[in-house]
Structures are given as structure tokens and as C-alpha cells.
DNA sequence: CTAGGGTTAG
């Protein structure tokens, strides 16, 4: 039984090599040899596309280095298979080699094969590379199209060059290159990641003006500059303009537009938009969750946010959220501000259980909120979790417990301060049972 | 006779 090609089986092939642990996938291409390999050139490039395609990389080198022994030669679509399949591995150099050869033996690339070799050489910021190979094109008279010109733009922008991206624009349109709203995003990336806003939307209007419409991906260059900026407020309102285009925000643009607002102190605005968000049905995940009830935290002052901060924080329990130590932190001082003391405490002990670090003003803020309610006990717990409460944390505790005459108690948290290298200036009261102390501890 | 090429975030 010889491999017989059928799109079918291409596909059924790939699909059995996924389901295979990475190790034991080459010795399908092994099989396939000892199986009376290809009956034409054709199928091995099929199966060879596949291979690329499904991202199995190494697999397509090996199937290529046994093509000899199929006793095929490979032809302009096998070395082009073999140029992406270098692209992908993130080895241009070794693709160029490939478009060199074919060059020299005067099999000529495609200007597909030029845009993929191109475009690896810009993606990792060689652009004398990709140049160069543009400059190769010219020689064999193959002509770069939008999509050539789009890869060297972002290259060129991925480099620092924004001005020279902006230039090559500017000859586009002049040659007579109709640019599209790719070549547009591009360069409007390239003026936000910079800081450049403004000119970038002086590129929107132009390509507006011709009549290209701009997707997602163009309102989310502009975000993500309005918020390294400073103008947060603007990019509420670029969500708004983006609706009455119709098109359509994506996850992407909500929570770049949601960190933008956290950043800059908008958190009563971001919650609104998280709610919008949720309504549409998108997940907003952990660490942006984590960032959010941080924001809600700092802002629990006002009423409304603690009441924001205590519905994220449950939704974020219930659905099992990793919860990080600064989040903790923040919550707890939350639950401090609103008097919340037993939640407060349960979290410190969360937070202690699952073993972050317990800071020392968390710690302070836990007790002083214990006493002031009163709850002194759970006040004197606080200080066999693992971390150091302040000196004044101390004194405040031996304080209390002085008032209420309970000489016991003092002793224990002044001992328990010595214990870990805190002498209080608050005393027990009763000098006996300050050396009583001393002489158990020091 | 045909495969195939270009976007975005914290």
C-alpha cells in the first residue's frame, strides 16, 4: 500500500501525528518511507504543506532530507514549503539560502515566497536583511506588492524607524500602490507605540478618506496610544466612535481600553466598562480581575467603590481566581477602611494559608481595625501568623489590654514583641510582670 | 491546472 494522496488523507495523517506525543511523531514519517514512499512529487509537497501548516516543523526537515530517497526532485513549490517552513522556525537566514539556490538556477520565486522570507526578516527586526531580499526581487523583476510593502512598514516600525515607515508610505502612494487599511494600521502602530497619537490619527482620517475602513485592529493601535499618553478619557471616547462605525471593539480593545482607565485612576469609569464588557460576554481574566479589585481597593474610600471592590472580590473566590498578594493586601486594608473586621482577618489568614508573605502594614492595619471593634483576641492571634506587626501595633495591643486590666494579655504580646526582637515602650502593667517577661525571653 | 503571502495588549 503506497501513500496515496487525497486531501482526505493529508488531513487524517496530520491529524493521527497531533494526537501522537512529540517524540514518537517521526517515526510516522519513517513508516511512510518503508511504505513505498510518493508516487509523484505532488503528494510528497502535499503532505509536505501539511506538515508546515499543522506547525510540525521538524517533521517536515526530516520528510524533506529523505526526499532523495523517494527518488523525486524538488521543484519551485517544494523549496517555497521549505522557505516557510524556515520562516516559521524563526530561521530567515536559512530560508534565504533556499531563495539564493533557486535564484541561481533560475527557478524563480513567487512574490508570495519573497513576502514570507520578508516578512520573517522584519518580525525579527532585521531590515537591511529583508531589504536586501527586496533588492534581490527587483533584479529577477518580480514586483512587491501591498502586502511586501505592509511586512517592511512594520518592520521598519518594529525598529524605531517610524519616520523612514512613514516616508515609505508616502512612496507607495506615489507609485501608484494602492495601500490598504493594513499599510494604514501599520504605520499608525508604529506613531502610537511611540507616543504619537495624534499623527496617527491624521493617518485614520487619510485612509478614511480613500475610502478604506478600518477594523479593530486599527482603533486598537490608537488605545493603546492614547493610554501610554495619559488620555484615557479619549480612548471612552474612540470605544464610542468605534460603535457608530460598526465596528465591532474585541477582547483586545476592551481590555486594553480597562487597563488604560486602571492606570491612570479612572476605576469608577473601567468598572463601567468591565460591566459593559461582562454584558457582551467576554472573559475578563485573572490578572486584569486582579488589577481591577486592586483599583476598587485603592478607591474604597467611597462608598460605592467598596461595594464594587466586595462584588468582584466574591465573584473572583467563587470562581476560584488566583488572588495575588497585592490583591490581598489592598482588600484587606478594603475591608479595614469598611470596618469589616472578622472579613478582614479571615483574609489575613486566606493569605497566610496559602503562603504569601504577610506584610508588616497589612498586619497593622488588621489590628488596629481588631481594636478599635474591640475584638481583642482575635487582635492577639494575629501575632502567630508568620510576619511582624510594627512596634506601635504592640504597644496599641498592650495598650488594650492594660485598659481592661488584663495584666495576662499585656504580658503575652509584650512578650511575644520581644520574642521577635521588638522591645514596645508600652509596658504590662505592674513592673513584675515586665521582667517576668524579660527574663523568659531574653 | 493549483497550491502560498500581511495586523493588535497588559
Redesign the pocket.
Known amino acids: 500500500m503506497g501513500y496515496r494522496n487525497s486531501r482526505l488523507r493529508v488531513e487524517d495523517l496530520v491529524k493521527r501525528i497531533k494526537a501522537l506525543p512529540t517524540k514518537q511523531r517521526p517515526r510516522i514519517v519513517d513508516s511512510i518511507e518503508t511504505d513505498r514512499g510518493f508516487q509523484t512529487l ?1 503528494e510528497f ?1 502535499d503532505l509536505l ?1 501539511a506538515f508546515v501548516t499543522a506547525d510540525e516543523l521538524e517533521l517536515a526537515l526530516k520528510l524533506y532530507s529523505n526526499l532523495c530517497s523517494y527518488q523525486l526532485d524538488p ?3 517544494t523549496f ?1 514549503i521549505m522557505i ?1 517552513c524556515y520562516c516559521k522556525k524563526n530561521e530567515p537566514n536559512e530560508a534565504k539560502k533556499i531563495i539564493d539556490h533557486m535564484v541561481e538556477n533560475k527557478i524563480q ?8 522570507l520578508i ?1 520573517a526578516f522584519c ?1 525579527s527586526g532585521r531590515v537591511q536583511k529583508a531589504l536586501e531580499v527586496l533588492g534581490i526581487m527587483g533584479l529577477i523583476n518580480r514586483k ?5 510593502y ?2 517592511l512598514l ?1 518592520g521598519l516600525c518594529y525598529v524605531g524607524e517610524v519616520e523612514k515607515a512613514h516616508e515609505l508610505l508616502r512612496n507607495i502612494k506615489k507609485n501608484s500602490i494602492r495601500p ?4 494604514y ?2 504605520v499608525m ?1 508604529g506613531f502610537c ?1 511611540v507616543g504619537r497619537s495624534d499623527e496617527a490619527l491624521e493617518l485614520l482620517d487619510e485612509a478614511l478618506g480613500m475610502g478604506l475602513v478600518p ?4 482603533f ?2 490608537l488605545f ?1 496610544g492614547y ?2 499618553e495619559g488620555r484615557p478619557l479619549e480612548g471612552v471616547g474612540l470605544l464610542k466612535q468605534m460603535k457608530e462605525r460598526n465596528c465591532w471593539p ?4 476592551y ?2 481600553l480597562l ?1 488604560g482607565l486602571l ?1 491612570w485612576g479612572e476605576i469608577y469609569i473601567a468598572m463601567g466598562i468591565y460591566k459593559e464588557m461582562v454584558g457582551i460576554g467576554f472573559e475578563v ?1 485573572e ?2 480581575m486582579n488589577t481591577l479589585l486592586r483599583g476598587l481597593c485603592r478607591r474604597s474610600r467611597r462608598e460605592e467603590m467598596l461595594k464594587y471592590a466586595y462584588q468582584v472580590f466574591d465573584k473572583m473566590k467563587n470562581e476560584g481566581s488566583v488572588i495575588y498578594a497585592s490583591t490581598y493586601d489592598l482588600v484587606i486594608e478594603a475591608f479595614c477602611i469598611g470596618k469589616d473586621a472578622d472579613k478582614a482577618m479571615d483574609n489575613l489568614i486566606e493569605m497566610a494559608r496559602v503562603g504569601y508573605a504577610l506584610r508588616r502594614i497589612t498586619l497593622d492595619k488588621v489590628i488596629h481595625v481588631l481594636c478599635v471593634e474591640g475584638k481583642l483576641e482575635e487582635a492577639l492571634s494575629v501575632l502567630v501568623l508568620h510576619g511582624i506587626p510594627s512596634k506601635s501595633s504592640f504597644n496599641v495591643l498592650i495598650h488594650e489590654f492594660n485598659r481592661r486590666g488584663r495584666r495576662l494579655g499585656a504580658g503575652n504580646v509584650f512578650g511575644a514583641a520581644v520574642k521577635v526582637g521588638v522591645i514596645p515602650e508600652r509596658e504590662p502593667r505592674g513592673c513584675s510582670a515586665k521582667r517576668e517577661v524579660l527574663i523568659s525571653y531574653v
Do not use: G, L
Open positions: 505532488s509537497n504543506m521543484n519551485c513549490w517555497s516557510r520565486p513567487t512574490v508570495a515566497t519573497f513576502t514570507v516578512n518580525r512587491p506588492t501591498i502586502q511586501t505592509n511586512c512594520k490598504d487599511i493594513y499599510t494600521t501599520a502602530d507605540k477594523n479593530a485592529v486599527t486598537n493601535a493603546t493610554f501610554k474585541d477582547y483586545i480593545s481590555s486594553t487597563h492606570k481574566d490578572r486584569m
